[in-house]
Structures are given as structure tokens and as C-alpha cells.
């Protein structure tokens, strides 16, 4: 497999993308496994890493999906245990 970045383009019917690779190409691409077991968002404009066979190169896999502004962690809520 052949490792890439890209910048996702397009978002399309049935998860799947339109990537335009570092190198220019576009590539049509989907979300891999671990992306929808964990339910992990890609929209138009993310950066993203994505594996492409050598025998097909205009498909491709979404492997990783960068984080470009660190988002702040939800405060955790703390409950309150009653004694009775």
C-alpha cells in the first residue's frame, strides 16, 4: 500500500470522498474501518492520510484523520454520591 496526505474535497453519497492528494491528483476515496466503528467525522476541508493500491490509484482508503486545531475537552461531570 502506498501511504498519502491529502485535503478532503468533496464529501459524496455513501461515505465516501473526493481527495486531492499533496501531489495534485484527486483520488476517490472512503472511510476505513476504524473511522466508522469509531464514529470519527471527516468533513470537506480535513487533512487526512489514505493508503492506495498500486494497481488502482484513483481509489483509496482513509486511514487517518488529522486535527489541525485541538479542540478542549469537554469538562468531565462529577456526581454527587449521597449517603443514605
Known amino acids: ?16 470522498f473526493r481527495v486531492k492528494l499533496s501531489n495534485g491528483i484527486d483520488v476517490l ?11 470519527i467525522r471527516i468533513i470537506a476541508g480535513d487533512r487526512v492520510n489514505l493508503e492506495i493500491s498500486p494497481y488502482d490509484v484513483t481509489r483509496g482508503r482513509i486511514n487517518y484523520r488529522h486535527l489541525d486545531k485541538p479542540s478542549s475537552a469537554p469538562a468531565r461531570r462529577k456526581f454527587v454520591f449521597k449517603k443514605r
Do not use: C, D, F, S
Not at 8 to 16: G, I
Not at 31 to 36: F, H, I, P, S, Y
Open 29 to 39: 476515496a472512503y472511510a476505513g474501518g476504524k473511522l466508522r466503528q469509531r464514529h
Open 1 to 16: 500500500m502506498i501511504e498519502m496526505e491529502g485535503t478532503v474535497e468533496e464529501v459524496l453519497p455513501n461515505t465516501q
